[in-house]
């Protein structure tokens, strides 16, 4: 090989020319590959390997068995940019071998595409186009003869069996309904030397670094044009050959180039660095294909990195539905395995835990459901021929979803596009259809159209398809545009190939124009995205060194700046990996030269800034439709219309006469000296190449001088691009066991690494979260952050459980796990144990009344889910027992009970399974434990309409009074989700159990009685209650009397609660056992500050105005976090340091309380004398001083007293000076009301001197205080406003 050929590799239009097909020196030899494939399903199936006998398959007629292929020939012999790797292309071309026919068979030429995904994640393309050739070989037509004879003698027994072809081609003879198929279908898969002609596949490719899909189609399909033509060609195909590797280069970025092949030349084009990338393969055919719904909903899939399977019969097809999807991305790109075409022997790479795109090719016949997936949870099944998609559930919609089906649906009709999708119409019938179309759009006669046009109308009139594309076209207003027609009499008058270039127009205009419409969507949606880039590293080096540990976007902030409802997608999408890949090369961008498709999305957004088009409605979900559809495809008629450049055109070379002799039908045997180097460097294009080489060879030596090894350098780009490799694509050079074992290998560190880092991130986004509640700092998570990563969690458990099935049940394969589990331990379960005790232990208290026990087990948590009527399939109930068994703080302890039972995990997994492997699966559950450190309530608060059994104990302090009451007590609960109503407590009784709908966080407990009997006055300490599924105990503290004539006379009070932290003695409970980070604001017994021992610790001044300012805080903090996110108000206000104790210690300092021989005076006492007065003075109307403000404040004032002490509820005096707080707050009167007491007269008699409330100025900065929360819409819960009426 020639230092030219190699050295102007990157700039030419093709790197390699390779021919595939039988080797007639080895003769036929039967498929390896297909053989490995035989033995991994036999493996899969628990069969004997021995039963899948490679070569000896006389099941199949010899005509329907693959055999081995071989490249025949490649050239040039390497390139140094792209070394030729031989299986890899034997395999791609001919996925499933040679193939053979007869004269009576079909011998149509295929065309279909491929490509090699290599580490670094740069592709390479292949275009091949396979036909058929006489077999000349005697011993291959005896072979044949022989093999046939075996297959026949094996299976004459039997009519059935004789017909020899697979199970696939019958069903599909069968459905012509032939009374002859039997006899047709044994014709064709039969073979006799004498009578029949053998032609066997061959395949011609041109491997090339860029997607020039319709170049090389045209291209190879003249080559075989010329192959098959009577007429040899003007020059020998070595020409062509030649200058298509060696003379031809690749267009300059927003360039056109004109080359020739055998008859007719070829133009193709190149976006410009400004436009959006090459993208050259149909997007018209992927659209007629999936329709327009299913297409956005397979690209939302592709988005959110779900597996993604492309199902079809036809190789093309899959590459044309995996490369236009893909293209759509702009400017992301797809970051996992990428294999558009997944040859058979590669099956077991289904088995994949990772996100992957592949394409499989469909036999004829074969049913979806005969088809077995490893794993189906997060599959998105895409069946092309059959127009179908299998979606993944609850996976959250693209935005605007609607509206962006809308307008791809009115650029479509544009060209006469049916939205939905025209799988089953063949081309002449859309031509009609278009045709028709255009007539009675713009025909300007009402219809009345000519002879031809009106048959063709006729013949279209009952079409389905055509009558809803007018009914759309009229409902979304569209003016369907005037298009070339491409049938009738135009056809004679147009030249052909000028017609065909009309057409390559038209789909290059198509393209650009969709492509444009999703580009368009993320520049809305990440117009803003640099604002919330973290530049963190001061130089390339330290960052890429840190990688990992560096945080290089601010979710929270992104997200809590997007529109309501575009927050489920992007709270998904900004954790996959395609988006973190976009943001590490914008902060690599700092320091290098941008990534090409990043450059383009930033001048976008800047052009969108310059003209102002999204800044004004920064939050708006609005839509808008793309502006530049017309300017995006004018350039590209442009370039067509217009050639930059014309290569050189092949010409006669310096060949050995007599060699590579015409023959028609046959691909003559090319001479490997003219074609294995190409010329002296004497064309325009490669002068310049080296100038450019040089230019890059003297960047590289400046970057090694600044001291960064390059090899290192790289080492670390690949790193820091997908933290840690991503497989992109199998190895297809050696498929040994050896070789299938290391790529499993691969998956388990790889799924290890991902449990690692997902586990790290909720725990730390977690913790960050839970140190806002303790005052430190800013929250970097949402409820919907945290939602979303549990989520991922999830996805990574089903993946981890698909890994090395033997053989799948159900779609979940965790879910299945635990029922056979569940069955093993039910029929153990007579003789067993009793399951695991855990949860808190009984909890003494003065009466020594206690909380039961709550038991709990594996099992226990499964039976609740299954009894969950709302979850409908077993991935939902795995996912439901994952968030039950973490907001336990369970998962890891569940875990290792599952996986405890060794000869279960061997039944279901092979042993290179993640599951069997000892110390990863120790790691794993060791980075689940590390969940247990906060506390979730990923369950609690998804499950919002479930039925969920509660526990209430209530328990009082008997040294004090009696146990029990003889009234008749009653108990009602409260949480963020809803309240239980009131319920009575039977007499001596004081635990009760209910079902209630999910009361979510319990916040208030109500507790009262009617002060009935004997012993009515009752001191209760607290109240208990428990949620029996999640085991979540909660604690209302109360160290108060119930009863007429003692403490404040209240028959009735509202408690606030805290979530207990569970602290049981046994060991698994100790690895639970946790701070409390994310607790309510807690209130322990809070005695009156009036009552029992209370006084002793009286706060100072400071302390109380401090208080003040801190409730108030709260309370403000409150209404600025998202509205999902806030959580309670309700222990804002009554909580121990909430606004209503603060605004209490405020009024009893310096209040004269105690008095001799008498009761105790409360502050309501003062607030109902103060109304009294003002109530005194108001009707002997002395207010000549008192201005009109003033008093229509005491009115209001005086109402709201009343109306709490007419209430019918039993409250006490400080129940219902909380109750005046709370309402106060409400509407916004506390600042009015403040001064009205401080001005009152009898103020002096009931406060000394000293007191807070007569100091101007304590006064004047509380009110200045209290007036910041007027701002905020306070809600307040049921329990504080029932039974007043205003």
Sequence with gaps: MSATGSGMAPCRFAHYFVICGIDTETGLEPDELAALYQWLEADRHGRSQDAANAGENFEQSPLRRTFKSKVLAHFPETVEWNPFDQDAVNMLCMPKGLSFRTQVDNREPQFHSYLITREDGSRTYGFVLTFYEEVTSKQICTAMQTLYQMHHAEHSGSVCASSSCSMDSLASSMDEGDATSLNKLHCCSSYDMSRDTLYVSKALCLITPLPFMQACRKFLTQLHRAVSSQQPPPLPLESYIHNILYEVPLPAPGRSL????????????????SELPLADYSLKQVFELLGVENLVQVFTCILLEMQILLYSQDYQRLMTVAEGITTLLFPFQWQHVYVPILPASLLHFLDAPVPYLMGLQSKEGTDRSKLELPQEANLCFVDIDNHFIELPEDFPQFPNKLEFIQEISAVLLQFGIPPEGSLHCSESATQLKSLALHDLVNDKKNGNLPGDALAVFELLQGNATLERLQALAKRTGVTVGRMPALGGSTVKEKDSRLQCEEEELREATLNVQVREVFANRFSQMFADYEAFVIQSATDLESWLTNREQMHNFDKASFLSDQPEPYLPFLSHFIETQMFATFIDNKIMSQWEDKEPLLRVFDSRIEKMRLYNVRIPNLRSSNYQKSTILKESAQSIEQRLMKIDHTAIHPHLLDMKIG??????????????????????????????TGTAQRRKDRLRQHSEHLGLDNDLREKYMQEARSLGKNLRQPKLSDLSPAVIAQTNWKF???????????????LVEKMGHEAVELGHGEANITGLEENTLIASLCDLMER???HGLQVKQGKSALWSHLLQYQEREEKLEQTAVSPVLLGPERRKSETGLTMPFLRVSLIQDMRHIQNVSEIKTDVGRARGWIRLSLEKKLLSQHLKQLLSNQALTKKLYKRYAFLRCEEEKEQFLYHLLTLNTVDYFCFTSVFTTIMIPYRAVIIPIKKLSNAITTSNPWVSV???????????????????????QNLGKLTTAQIG??????????????????????GHTYKFPCGRWLGKGVDDGSLERILIGELLIPCADEDVSKQCRTPPLQRSPTQTRRLSITSLAGRNNKPNAGQIQEAIGEAVNNIVKHFHKPEKERGSLTILLCGENGLVSALEQFFHHGFKSSRIFQKNVFVWDFIEKAVAYFEMTDQIGDTEEETESFRSMYKVFCHYVNAINVTPRNIGKDGKFQFLVCLGARDHLLPQWIPLLVECPLITRMYEECALLRDHLTVNPLIRVLQTIHEFNITLESSLVKGITL
């Design 258 to 273: 004109k080359f020739h092949g055998v008859y007719e030349p070829i133009v193709c084009q190149r976006p410009s660095p």
């Design 659 to 688: 060699q590579g002799k015409y023959e028609q039908g046959f691909f003559p045997k090319l001479q490997a000296d003219v074609l294995a180097a190409g010329p002296t460097n004497n064309n325009r294009w490669a002068s310049r």
């Design 748 to 762: 388990v560190e790889g799924l290890l690494k991902e449990c690692r880092m997902k586990t790290k991130r909720m």
């Design 800 to 802: 981890i459980w698909s």
């Design 974 to 996: 409260s949480g963020e989700l809803g309240d239980s109503g009131v319920m009575q407590i039977p007499k001596n009784v004081l635990e009760i159990t209910f079902d209630c």
């Design 1009 to 1030: 009685h009617d002060n009935s009997g004997l012993l009515a006055k009752w001191l209760v300490d607290c109240v208990m209650v428990r949620n029996e599924i999640t």
